[in-house]
């Protein structure tokens, strides 16, 4: 298999590694830089570079477009212009309805892995980059299934959990849980340098003090884990804020208020308020933070559908806004191509009986294996 790297970074240099390693798969990449094509192919994480983006994916089976945020969708647009017929194109960024709105086109898949560093450059790329990460995918009604199936089997082998996601519940969502708290991260950084500015070097809790914190000292290592993601990469991060903007702002709205209702429960100063406030945050954090079932048995179901462009997609987006995972798919056409049978692997009994009655309830021939 010949896998395209356009740009050359953390993420797209693991994918490298991992696609030859894992897949035994033939890359090639491209960067505007030819100097980290250069650092990729000396530590193994590409076969081969490219001069121009069109030579990086000629011949390719797989393409994925792993630049900055903001150039994602021109890019896009270049890769499957220059890509043959039959490749699926995918790309990795953490916003994925701009993108989805300049793209309409059934050989892309939207993709974002929930992987990565506070480090960048492709000299901290791994092969292990995606083991057990969840890989959203944000596949669209005019999708092709037998591109999606690609896409899914090979993130599966090189480790990652794919699972599909409507691209503005994935907005919301990373707006809330990673988007929102580096805005926080910069706050509370922001706060503590004016704290102690405004103290003095020489005082009692001058910048020693803080430094302790940050090492793990008293008065504990809150702080330090709160801020851990402050300041990330800025030609990455502003990009990142402005694309999800739409997303983000309501977050942000929310969060405000919130302080302010702790903020009058500190002013009426009752404990009561506080007390249970405190108790929502603890049960609301262990019901997020509980593990799933990954351990559980495989169960096998299998759609009879027609031949038609987004047909995977509507199955993949049914299961996954119910909370149903798709561990495994492979796809069957019939001799004449009119209709296929979609094996799904999901796993537990529970969630075997919810997908075949999702499925049925969408007007598809479902029998469990």
């Known amino acids: 298999m010949n896998v395209a790297i356009v740009g050359v970074g953390l993420i797209g240099g693991s994918i490298g590694i991992a696609a030859r390693e894992r897949l035994g798969a033939r890359v090639r990449g491209f960067d505007a830089r030819s100097d980290v094509v250069e650092e990729a192919l000396a530590m193994g994480a590409i076969?081969?570079?490219a001069e121009r983006l069109a030579a990086a994916v000629e011949d390719a089976a797989v393409a994925f477009v792993a630049t900055p945020i903001a150039a994602v969708p021109g890019v896009v647009q270049q890769v499957l212009a220059a890509a043959p017929p039959d490749c699926v194109v995918s790309d990795v960024g953490s916003t994925k309805q701009a993108i989805l709105q300049a793209t309409n086109d059934?050989?892309?898949?939207?993709?974002?892995?929930?992987?990565?560093?506070?480090?960048a450059g492709v000299g901290l790329a791994r092969a292990d980059m995606f083991e057990g990460a969840t890989w959203y995918l944000t596949p669209a009604g005019h999708t092709s299934g037998v591109l999606y199936e690609r896409l899914h089997r090979l993130l599966a082998a090189l480790g990652a959990r794919p699972a599909a996601i409507d691209a503005a519940a994935h907005d919301r969502l990373m707006a809330c849980v990673s988007h929102l708290p580096h805005v926080l991260a910069n706050v509370l950084v922001g706060q503590a340098s004016d704290t102690v500015g405004a103290l003095g070097e020489e005082s009692p809790a001058g910048p020693r003090d803080v430094r302790a914190v940050f090492a793990g000292g008293a008065p504990g290592p809150s702080f330090r884990d709160a801020t851990r993601v402050a300041g990330a990469n800025s030609s990455i991060w502003t990009d990142i804020y402005l694309s999800n903007r739409e997303e983000l702002i309501p977050c942000?709205?929310?969060?405000?208020?919130?302080?302010?209702?702790?903020?009058?429960?500190?002013d009426d100063g009752e404990a009561e308020p506080l007390r249970r406030w405190n108790e929502r945050a603890r049960s609301d954090r262990d019901r997020l933070a509980r593990p799933e079932s990954a351990g559980e048995e495989a169960h096998e179901l299998r759609v009879m559908v027609p031949n038609r462009p987004g047909v995977i997609a509507e199955i993949a987006l049914a299961l996954g806004r119910a909370g149903v995972n798709i561990s495994d798919m492979a796809l069957s056409p019939s001799p004449d191509g009119s209709r296929g049978v979609v094996a799904l692997w999901v796993r537990g009994p529970g969630q075997a009986a919810d997908a075949q009655e999702l499925v049925a309830a969408l007007g598809f021939q479902v029998v469990a294996r």
Request: hydrophobic residues 45%; negative net charge; charged residues 20%.
């Open 47 to 49: 076969d081969a570079g």
């Open 106 to 119: 059934q050989r892309f898949v939207g993709g974002h892995p929930l992987a990565g560093g506070e480090g």
């Open 252 to 266: 942000l709205t929310g969060a405000i208020e919130a302080l302010g209702a702790v903020r009058d429960m500190l």
